[in-house]
């Protein structure tokens, strides 16, 4: 716990029910990191500007080049920058989601993590949104997309769909800081440096905790945790529709629009996971995201990886069982070709061993539900590989298949990527209180290791101790 | 759709004038060891598009008719913005020397349906020409479904030029896009209450 300047403040903004220590310590816990900065930041922001740099310096050579300096070609055309923006948009899809679901279902355990599952909706839109600009190779012509957009494009959809849900999302998120944003103006203002004061003076909106006030939040957070919800589901189907309204096996599937949204779920828990655990560890927050929560997402996770097998299981058998043109060639290919390692690395790293982790009680620890959620990344990761590339060497006219390997310039772009992601998250991390205190306050529960639902223990024992660090 | 026969009055004249080309040595001059041939092909006079067009082709040599020989026919073609002949149907001669094809109208006008013999270890190659008009406003790259939405499937298809233009001509769409919005903008109108309480309220914001 840090030490902090306690300024005279309004406590308004906060109800009073819960023991004014404990609420003393979890504010001081989550505004720490905003009032002090270590060199280790520093050096870490330092690092991921010079990936990020690294990947400016390649993206300039494309742009002078041409795409040619990629590893697509006319016979498959979209490459590692489409994978990792249905990637990026995949794993935005459950921050904000989940977090509606839970909020309309007025759910208690998630709240100390609702608010990175926002953050990572808005961060990885924002970075996703940028791929499909890096693939143009003419980022200029996007205006065409305004100065010539035609409805039946299902670009124009993904364009209108993407900004539809970033919108949404940025309220959304910032809905609910408002109050945390009073605290901060309350806590830190005084000390804080004068553009810092400034910010939270603007973004706390004249935040007082008044009745009127609550009442205007909460109705204000109504609409946008019901509106968001169907908006979330529609935005990975209309991506998926991206594939799905082509004439070209295997992307020719009614159940595609579906099964992206499952697989986005799928990623996005996994991603959620993987940021609680290392913001917990970061921002010293282990009082507050405990084993609970790593637990009930891991139960997630091993819900939707089994909704990915019999999403898996729809789309092959059906397939499999009429072998269209193409579908042979392709069934090959994942099966015992060219994409066999990656298609079975796919389904039992991804699917069966993130399961049996979470499934069995001695791995359902902090430390196996995040390296479940590792492995289940990397496999959806591999999985939109397989989706692209593998749809792409399905031959549409008597010619060899082609093989696709990313260029160095792809991978740095992707590296990139990955380095703003993290960035634009600990640049916030700085700025933002990363647990919504008023709400973990609000609806703080009998006690703070209240336990969420037990999954059975098949004989073996579950004598799991409480978990204070990963 | 009736073709003119290789085998009528018209045609034998045909046949009978590649003869004597093939005579008179005005015909493509054959490798060593080739036996020079001539081919002779006819198509409709006119055809509308979107249906199946026969053409039929005729190859002889000096010794007769050629059997089991491949005729392929083509047509002018354009293609990003390369010109060329695009081969549209194939077929084997018969006893007769006669091949016998369909292929599918899909481009207007006047039409040069060329048939061509690319020639073998025996035989020289050859070609023919033969010309007909392709009429008819079909528009053949449109499937017909069932489901129609303005703007989407149906016409009015937006045109390219301005913004309002094709935002309004899918106007479902934009519906269901203002709706979500208008949603978001109640949602920031509760949020601009809480910005208006404080500048009213007795605590006011500081």
Redesign the interface.
Known sequence: MVAMRQPAR?T?HLPLEVPAEWREGLESNVLAPLARTSWRYFAWIGFLAVVIAWAVVMYVHQLQTGLVVTGMRDRISWGLYIISFVFFIGISHAGTLLSAILRVVKARWQLPVTRMAEFITVVALMVGGLFPLIDLGRPDRILNM???????SPLV?DF?AIT?YL??SA?YL??PL?PDFALC?DRLGPTAPAWKRGFF?LA?????G?A??RR??D???T??MI?IIP?AVSVHTVVSWIFAMTLREPFNSTVFGAYFVAGAIFSGVAAIIILMAVLRRVLHLEEYITINQFKALGFFLLAMSLVMVYFNASEYIVTGYKMEAGAPFHFHDLLVGYLGPYFWFYLVGGLVVPALIITFPRTRTIKGIVFAAVLVLIAMWIERYLIVVGGFRVPLMPYTARHYGPSLTEWSMLAGAFALFALIISVFAKIFPMVSVWEVVEHRGPEPGEEVLEFPSFGSTDAQAPEVAS | MKIPSLVSPRLAILGLVAGLSLLAGRLPAAAAGQEPTAIAVAAPASATIGTAVPVQARLVSAAGPIPHASVDFLVPASFLGTDGEMKVASGITDAQGLATATFEARITGALQVKAVFSGDNTYAPSTATSSMTVTGSKQLYVPDIGIRLRGLNSSPIAQSGTVSHWLLSGWPIGALLVLIWSTYGAAVFFMSRISADAANGPEAAR
């Open positions: 309004s308004a305004i100065w010539y957009g035609r409805w039946q959809w209108l539809t919108t949404g309220i910032y809905l408002i103006r003076n706390a909106a004249g935040w007082t008044s009127v006030q205007a939040l109705r204000a957070m609409i946008m509106v908006v």
